[in-house]
């Protein structure tokens, strides 16, 4: 485990895309709202309106002293605005009851408004560094390739990804973190929904779904 961890941390170190929310010294706010956007919006469509929102509302205070249609407005054409209404409570909520500063724990950041586990794990690690489990949609499908040989993940979660997206973590904190963000990275770019990329694969050597012959999936996913 320990070569995989490190071939695909190094693989992230060296060709993750350069994106605003995640370089060194961002704020917990300006990952919080691109996590919002990200939800269901593709990176290149969220990345100008990230820009214009940190531009207008560089702290949650200044989101919050807005009406809500004002957040409306500047959501555009990122599509399910009740993203935007959610957000916009949330930085109320954190105002009033956090002094302005968005709460570091996985706790406390899931009783906010629009913030489901995926996203409480995800600003926990990247913004504030602690230690969680990250699972999103490309998280999925990387580990039921490489570890459990699948085409795909389950149509919906299940308690035994969650479980083994713990148990293959690297157990140093800093590793563990950056494993976070480089499996998920290698989802987006190389281990595709569709087309993945295994002949550039850093783990091409050590993936089950590639020794096992590249079964075929065994449904149908929606929208095929
Ligand atoms: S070899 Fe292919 S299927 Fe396996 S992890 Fe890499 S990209 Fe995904």
């Known amino acids: 485990m320990q070569q995989i961890h490190n071939t695909i941390n190094t693989w992230y170190l060296e060709n993750a895309r350069d994106l605003p929310w995640r370089r060194p010294g961002v704020s917990g706010w300006e990952v919080m709202v691109s996590e919002f956007m ?20 560089p702290r949650p205070q200044d989101l919050a002293a807005e009406p809500l249609s004002e957040a409306l407005k500047a959501w555009g054409r990122l599509g399910y605005p009740r993203r935007a209404q959610r957000l916009h409570a949330a930085a109320v909520e954190i105002t009033t009851e956090y002094n302005g500063e968005v709460p570091r724990t996985e706790a ?11 996203t409480a794990a995800a600003i926990a690690c990247f913004a504030f560094g602690e230690r969680t489990v990250v699972v999103d949609t490309n998280i999925r499908r990387v580990h039921a390739r490489l570890f459990g040989g699948m085409a795909l993940p ?7 990804e969650f479980a083994r997206a713990a148990e293959v973590q690297p157990e140093d904190h800093q590793a563990a973190n950056l494993w976070n963000i480089s499996v998920m990275e290698l989802g987006a770019l190389v281990c595709t929904a569709r087309s993945p990329k295994c002949e550039q694969c850093p783990v091409f050597q050590q993936c089950a779904w590639i020794a096992q012959g590249q079964p075929a999936p065994h449904y149908i996913p929606k929208g095929q």
């Open 154 to 160: 389950e149509p919906s979660p299940r308690a035994s």
């Open 38 to 57: 990200l939800q269901q919006t593709p990176v290149v469509r969220v990345l100008p309106v990230w820009e214009e929102w940190m531009r207008r509302w």
């Open 108 to 118: 406390e950041l899931l009783a906010l408004p629009g913030i489901g586990s995926y």
